[in-house]
């Protein structure tokens, strides 16, 4: 049946490319052709009048609409696309996307000059620069996982900067050393355009890299590393370009000292100012943000409006404009996903990721497109040829020297297969392109160049693309062939792996990373204060977060099962925990599973499928399902690389389930461990049903949400317990209420035996989770499970069974909606 | 995070250098890792309440990544993060009652703890009885420290085992 569907996928995307490209080429024909009858129209009010007296009920006035028709046309055109090469699963797999949309352009583009013979659409770098590429490193930034990357920010700016200096020194030398020898034929070229030409080609390229490594699934290190490289390396590509072409303009005698030395200032003039006008408007941003709760509707709005004002700011001052959308990106992530409400923040998300993906397939397309252009073509078998293999060779070269240099100073090791994996994702892509057709024509190479630049890009894109999934997995199982990892060894492995991040977090609570603490510490007092909501604030706490996001999914969850069993239409789906083997795409979680597999500490991730396959036959078959049984339920370990970035799909994590459980285990765990003190038995009935009330409690909160008692704060202090009682092997607290609000309506929520507890003894109970200043939300069907809900939560007993359910009790009672503070980590 | 960071830290400065239970509670993390309540059972042995600060270090050095250390005396004391102290602390997480072998239902109860909800007894037993046969060389139907050590012997433990920055 699969089978069926995908014969069936085949012919129908072979049927809707085939009208994909009918329609492609009426519109190129008619966008050219029908230029005319307009013509002829327009110019009838010009001819005698009898005529054009006639009103007309219909008219055709394509030149009145030309240009958005084509635009749109064309928009419509690379999302038709996407979907037809989706609809077959066995292309897309093997081919990444990037290259089929280049291919699909080409053939366009060769649909559209096979009818006219003009060049039509190339993608002008005034269109890329300030349409298409904004949106994809806006998106690049907002989603950016800032605590990977800035864990990670020595290696990438070091990549960034010394490995793009170095390529584009390198290429550039070594392309003129060889021009001198008159291999590439008559070039009339000096050092300093080639060394123009190697600047610009050097840089690795950020949608390029993005398509493609979306497909191999690298370990989320890996691909912070290469990502981040790519983005920061515009600076330093912005003011190499600028300065050779500057150079070339004035022309090489016309050089002098200063001007170098001024080169070496501008670079650090762009990178640091690009930055800070980026972290300027992310500031605006989330101070404006602040104040939007009453105008939700256009919350989105202000989110693109200004992070877009920021690249354009940066790009009139001649600063990286990269570097500062991705900044704004960046630093004003948390902001605003503390601020924004769930909706807005839902649309943000989607939002973008639809603009930087439409961008990035317009882009590819338009590569395509383009290169049917017969004016810019120069062919020069040796320079093309030549340039590719120095650009690979030196790449390599680079990143061997630089990995070896930085492990001597990286916690985490980068391995041979990190590195080839570096090396080969170097892809060039649009911007390169880019900014070689602004070159200035009168160059007389520009022509060569733009060629050569091309077929570079092409070459990266397609060729590496589609051969670096192979590679990597001809590079994983080539080296674990040998590993056929022991049941012992799976499990034992996994715990060590929970006790490493138990210390770690213990350590790490210890204060290590000193600059990290300053931050949060800074952050906390001045920053939030600033630009965070005040409800926002409270709800900071990071357990509490995690809880409200337990909560939060079982209120979804049980929304959803009440539909399934309602037999409802319509189908939500739920995380995809369950681990599919034969699907590659179901990797992207795969690597902690995979973690377990290997000894060593490498990054790249291998399909499970990969080993089943080397499984050799006389296994026990017992032996097998148990395997297989561990690799689907043991607890994933906290990922340290937590990482679901993606530029088409917006995963939802689904470590929540698990930590749900592990979560709840635990607490039940430690109030078991309540003992009764001083107060004997009657204490110890007494207590047991107040502790089950309480268990009860915690999950209907004592403080209603928000409204009428926002902080129930709790000031308690930590009793060691006396020696007294050497039996009581559990936690005690103190506790004093300090909050003054302590009016009927918190009566009547409260435990009436609380209060009166309060006085008689010296030691209450309450779990040690319940710290200062928070309010807990309960899940809906925490609330279907107590029977006796206090009176305020009467307002849900209608139980609105719906997705906005989670709002509705949010909502409350107050104006100031509750925005919910996720974990300052969690990737969205 | 950031409350028992300032507790712990007006404690350190305040030179009461004592954690307590509720210290380690209070962390977030350790409430969503299965072997939470296990570790922080390990830093309070023996029903101790508090904990000082040389004993927090101890534990804690045995996470140090091991020196290969050539010309080391064969004859000094074990250090601290030798690779076998660190199978030492592993394995006193399994082995709650301290007999020196991992039972069967020991095992079971971390297995419980380390799988899904969603495992059911039978699986949970058949999977603890392949393990244990897996690693018992001596049929005695429990795990040994020997035992457990040598089912381990390929498994890079400087790697898993270690926290860089200790060194």
């Known amino acids: 049946m699969a089978g069926d569907r995908r014969r069936c996928g085949g012919g129908c995307s072979l049927w809707s490319l085939v009208l ?132 990670n920010l020595g290696t990438i700016l070091m990549y960034a900067v010394i490995g793009t200096i170095w390529n584009a020194a390198t290429t550039g030398l070594s392309l003129y050393g060889v021009s001198k020898t008159k291999i590439m034929g008559n070039l009339d070229a000096g050092l300093l355009e080639f060394l123009l030409f190697g600047s610009l080609i050097a840089a690795v390229d950020p949608v390029a890299v993005l398509a493609v490594f979306e497909e191999v699934h690298v370990n989320e290190m890996l691909f912070i590393i290469v990502f981040g490289e790519s983005l920061l390396n515009d600076a330093v590509t912005v003011v190499l370009y600028n300065v050779f072409k500057s150079f070339v303009e004035v022309g090489p005698e016309n050089v002098e000292g200063l001007d170098y030395f001024k080169g070496i200032v501008s670079f650090f003039v762009v990178s640091l100012g690009g930055t800070a ?79 930087a993906s439409g961008a990035e397939t317009i882009i590819f397309m338009f590569l395509g497109i383009s290169a049917v252009n017969t004016e810019i073509w120069t062919w020069n078998t040796a320079f093309i040829l030549l340039t590719l293999v120095f650009i690979s060779f030196y790449r390599v070269i680079g990143v061997v020297l630089q990995t070896w240099i930085l492990n001597h100073y990286r916690v985490v090791q980068l391995e041979i297969i990190d590195q080839v994996v570096m090396s080969y994702g ?24 733009v060629s050569t630049t091309i077929i570079v890009v092409y070459f990266t894109v397609i060729i590496q693309g589609l051969t670096i999934k192979p590679l990597v997995n001809w590079l994983k199982v080539k080296r674990s062939q040998h590993k056929e990892p022991l049941l012992n060894e799976k499990l034992h492995g996994r715990a060590f792996d929970h006790i490493l991040s138990a210390i770690e977090d213990i350590s790490g609570q210890i204060g290590h990373n000193y600059l990290r603490d300053k931050w949060t510490n800074f952050d906390r007092k001045y920053l939030s204060k600033i630009m965070m909501r005040k409800s926002a604030q409270i709800s900071r706490d990071k357990i509490l977060s995690v809880f409200r996001e337990l909560n939060l999914k079982d209120a979804i969850s049980y929304v959803s099962e009440g539909e399934r069993k309602g037999s409802l239409a319509f189908i939500r789906s739920s995380s995809d925990v369950n681990v599919d083997f034969t699907g590659p795409r179901h990797s992207v979680v795969d690597s902690s599973v995979s973690a377990v597999l290997r000894e060593s500490t490498s990054e790249v991730c291998l399909d499970m499928q990969a080993i089943e396959n080397r499984t050799k036959s006389p296994k026990d078959r017992e032996e097998i399902v148990t395997h297989h049984m561990l690799q689907q339920h043991l607890y994933k370990p906290r990922k340290r690389y937590r990482l679901n970035y993606s530029r088409h799909k917006l995963v939802r994590s689904d470590g929540e389930k698990q930590d749900k459980e592990i979560f709840q285990r635990t607490m039940k765990k430690r109030l078991e461990h309540f003992k009764p003190t001083k107060l004997g038995n009657n204490y110890t009935t007494k207590f047991r049903n107040m502790k089950k009330e309480r268990a009860a409690k915690k999950k209907h909160s004592d403080a209603v949400p928000n409204g009428k008692l926002s902080t129930h704060s709790v000031a308690f202090q930590v009793k060691d317990s006396e020696a007294e009682d050497p039996s009581d092997g559990g936690i005690s607290f103190l506790i004093t209420p300090a909050s003054n609000e302590s009016d009927e309506i918190r009566a009547g929520i409260e435990n009436p035996s609380f209060s009166v507890e309060e006085d008689q003894s010296d030691f209450q109970m309450i779990p040690p989770w319940m710290s200062n200043e928070e309010t807990v939300i309960p899940s809906q069907r925490a609330r279907l499970q107590i029977p006796g809900s206090p009176t305020n939560f009467r307002r849900l007993t209608p139980l609105q069974l719906s997705s906005r359910s989670i709002d509705s009790f949010l909502l409350a009672d107050i104006p100031d909606e509750h925005p919910l503070s996720f974990l300052p980590e969690s990737s969205m | 995070p950031f409350a028992p960071l300032s507790t712990i830290q007006d404690k350190l400065s305040r030179l009461a250098l004592f954690f307590s239970r509720e210290d380690f509670q209070r962390i977030g993390e350790l409430a969503v890792n299965p072997l939470g309540d296990r570790i922080i059972n390990a830093f309070f042995p023996d029903d101790k309440q508090s904990l000082d600060f040389r004993s927090f270090i101890r534990i804690l050095a045995c996470f140090r990544p091991t020196v290969k250390d050539k010309y080391a005396d064969p004859n000094a004391a074990e250090p601290i993060n030798s690779r076998s102290n660190k199978l030492r602390f592993a394995f006193q997480l399994y082995d709650q009652d301290r007999d020196g072998i991992i039972s069967r239902g020991e095992l079971i109860q971390v297995l419980r703890m380390m799988l899904e909800a969603q495992v059911t007894e039978d699986q949970l037993e058949s999977i603890t009885d392949r393990t244990i046969q897996e690693a018992d060389l001596d049929g005695d139907g429990a795990i040994s420290f020997e035992e457990f050590r040598k089912s381990l012997e390929n498994i890079n433990l400087e790697h898993k085992m270690s926290i860089r920055f200790l060194q």
């Not at chain 1, 329609?23 to 005529?51: D, F, I, Q, Y």
């Not at chain 1, 170097?426 to 160049?449: C, N, Q, Y």
């Open chain 1, 20 to 151: 994909l490209l009918a329609l492609a080429a009426l519109l190129g024909c008619s966008a050219e052709g029908t230029g005319e009858p307009s013509r002829v129209t327009g110019e009838t009010p010009a001819g005698p009048n009898s005529k054009s007296s006639r009103y007309q009920i219909v008219t055709v006035d394509w030149q009145h609409v030309e240009d958005p028709y084509t635009i749109a046309s064309w928009v419509l055109v690379a999302g038709l696309a996407k979907i037809v090469f989706h609809l077959s699963e066995k292309v897309t797999t093997v081919v990444p996307e990037s290259a089929l949309l280049i291919v699909l352009g080409l053939i366009l583009g060769g649909i559209v000059w096979a009818a006219d013979h003009t060049a039509s659409f190339t993608l002008t770098p005034t269109v890329f620069f300030f349409y298409l590429l904004p949106p994809i490193v806006l998106d690049a930034g907002y989603f950016m996982p800032n605590r990977h990357f800035f864990g």
């Open chain 1, 277 to 355: 006008v980026g972290i300027i408007f992310a500031f605006i941003l989330s101070l404006i943000t602040r104040f939007t709760k009453h105008v939700r509707v256009i919350e989105p709005g202000f989110v693109f409006i200004i992070s877009y004002l920021s690249y354009l700011t940066a790009e009139m001052l001649s600063l990286s404009a990269i570097l500062a959308i991705t900044f704004c990106g960046i630093c004003c992530q948390k902001y605003v996903k503390a601020n924004l409400c769930e909706q807005s923040i839902t649309t943000v998300r989607y939002a973008m990721k639809m603009l």
């Open chain 1, 426 to 449: 170097g892809l060039r892509g649009a911007v390169a392109f880019a900014l070689v057709v602004l070159l200035d024509p009168k160059m007389p190479v520009k022509k060569l160049f």
